[in-house]
């Protein structure tokens, strides 16, 4: 018997759009646009002193380099249509036909319990056969007793050793699925996610399948920015990846062959970025990997400063570990060029965060002591930099449709835990591992963007005496705008931090209340729950 469609209420949402050929267009333009930037950069009769001027250089020359990176990516755009094979699976699995054994992971490590029993109900109810396990890190007995309510597995193991990466390989010593699945707690699946992802692996050379992440809190700067982020991400560069065989798994959302993780050993364990990690491994070893371009599950943005920070602390540590320790370049290794140049692209793009401080720290440096990298008048500069700064921001408004300034303002307020997170790799000091979302949201910090304060003071500053001493009206008034834009920027993630995100309120997803009745679980799974001690 067929199964029934899915409702359009539920459907699975598109995460791209097609190329655009006014993106291509706009892609030349901004080509265009950066040599004549550069050009001007390099031009010796608008030198300033040799340091300053060196550093600009070096500051620019990685935007421009990551930028033509990503635009390379955007025009690589995959947008061909599933294989056949992949399709006529599908419809056999919709009319009945038998599946292969699937094990779904959901891992949680202090999430709200009401938050996790969302998602352990909404993966038990998933279309397919499959059995469910919560891999609970946190050693939770109220999450024990949810799961064994809801009806799925419970596996807690002693000693937490390798964080999320041990947890799921603990989980996979227990299970014998031929794929497993894996959730973060707080990210809830569609019930039709098997049946999106599954007959992808008809190619017996498919590793795994990754779907996008995707937010749907949207309730306060900080949360929209950083989605927003996200969505930019999956619509216009993992389309990209995919072409070149390079998309990488991020942690959840994500089905994998259970025997691709066998010939590497398990999940990545010698980094807290376990999932680009396991993707590099699966690559090398020539197994390939699928991004499908639909939101399959729903989850939730970080809601507060210092929850954002934590996460994009351990993103960036990750993407400096690949480019700094994963020797992408060396011979025999097993990767593509593309393939290189792909995960290269993931630490520069945290790499930028250099760039940004030292944009950040030019105006001040003219207005306090007189000390600018270009000697031009405002008029030469603007020239040549406001087209290139205007074709970078049509590309993304052109190709994804528009997008939010709160995701400017979420990146730029990320550049001090950027940096740290660089240094930590740097003396060999990895983030710690910590879930994004456990503890709640709301928390206010000072503390959490005292850098960002230091520099918004030191701007503040140089614009008071900026205007006071006005010795070059158009240098310095260009200079008092450019600094007023870093504070306004600054000032309103210090402001998001200091107030807990309560600025702007929003409906959060309904979470299911602890003593909510259960929905009926499907008659899908041939197993009793259990709770397992598994040995680290």
Not at 77 to 102: F, Y
Not at 392 to 409: C, R, Y
Request: a positive charge.
């Amino acid at each position: 018997m067929t199964a029934p469609p899915v409702p359009p209420a539920r459907a699975a949402r598109l995460a791209w759009r097609p190329l655009q050929r006014s993106t291509r267009v706009a892609i030349i333009a901004a080509l265009g646009a950066t040599l004549f930037y550069q050009l001007f950069l390099l031009n010796p009769a608008y030198r300033g002193p040799g340091w300053l001027w060196f550093a600009m250089l070096a500051a620019e020359g990685l935007t421009a380099l990551h930028l033509i990176g990503t635009w390379w990516t955007i025009l690589a755009h995959d947008d061909r249509p599933e294989s056949v094979d992949a399709t006529v699976w599908r419809n056999r699995l919709r009319a009945g036909s038998d599946a292969p054994s699937i094990d779904v992971f959901i891992t949680a490590y202090g999430e709200e319990p009401a938050l996790v029993r969302r998602t352990m109900i909404a993966a038990r109810d998933m279309d397919l056969p499959h059995r469910t396990f919560l891999l609970d890190d946190g050693d939770s007995d109220e999450l024990r007793e949810i799961a064994d309510q809801v009806g799925i597995d419970y596996l807690r193991r002693p000693g937490g050793a390798h964080a999320k990466a041990g947890n799921v390989n603990a989980g996979l010593a227990r299970a014998s699925g031929e794929f497993v699945v894996i959730f973060d707690a707080d990210h809830v699946p569609e019930p039709g996610f098997l049946l999106s992802t599954l007959p992808h692996f008809h190619d017996p050379d498919v590793a795994f399948v990754q779907s996008p992440q995707f937010y749907t809190n949207n309730v306060n700067l900080v949360a929209t920015g950083s989605g927003e982020a996200q969505r930019i991400f999956y619509e216009l560069v993992c389309p990209g990846k995919n072409r070149f065989n390079a998309a990488f798994c991020v942690g959840t959302n994500v089905m994998f062959r259970r025997a691709a993780l066998d010939d590497i050993g398990g999940i990545w364990t010698g980094s807290n970025s376990e999932d680009i990690w396991t993707s590099i491994e699966l690559h090398k070893r020539g197994w390939r990997s699928i991004y499908v371009p639909q939101v399959l599950a729903r989850g939730l943005a970080p809601q507060d400063v210092p929850s954002y920070l934590k996460q994009q602390l351990r993103w960036a540590s990750g993407g400096f570990e690949v480019l700094l320790r994963g020797r992408l370049f060396k011979r025999g290794i097993g990767l593509t060029i593309d393939q290189r140049l792909q995960y290269l692209f993931c630490g520069t793009h945290y790499l930028l965060s250099m760039a940004m401080l030292t944009f950040m720290l030019f105006p001040a440096l003219y207005l306090l002591f007189a000390l600018s990298p270009i000697r031009a008048d405002g008029l030469a500069w603007a020239t040549h930099y406001l087209p290139f700064q205007a074709a970078v921001l049509l590309v993304t408004w052109l190709q994804s449709g528009g997008f939010k300034l709160s995701a400017i303002v979420a990146s730029i307020g990320a550049t001090p835990v950027h940096l740290r997170a660089l240094g930590g790799v740097l003396l060999g000091r990895p983030a710690r591992w910590k879930a994004t979302n456990a503890g709640g949201d709301g928390t206010r910090s000072l503390w959490a963007v005292m850098p960002l304060f230091a520099l918004l003071v030191l701007n503040v500053t140089a614009i008071v005496v900026g205007v006071l001493v006005m010795a070059d009206p158009a240098p310095t008034w260009l200079s008092v705008g450019w600094a007023s834009m870093i504070v306004l920027i600054l000032g309103r993630m210090i402001l998001e931090s200091v107030t807990g995100g309560r600025l702007r309120h929003g409906a959060k997803p309904p979470a299911e209340a602890p003593d909510a009745p259960l929905p009926p679980a499907r008659e899908q799974t041939t197993h009793q729950p259990r709770h397992v001690a598994a040995t680290a």
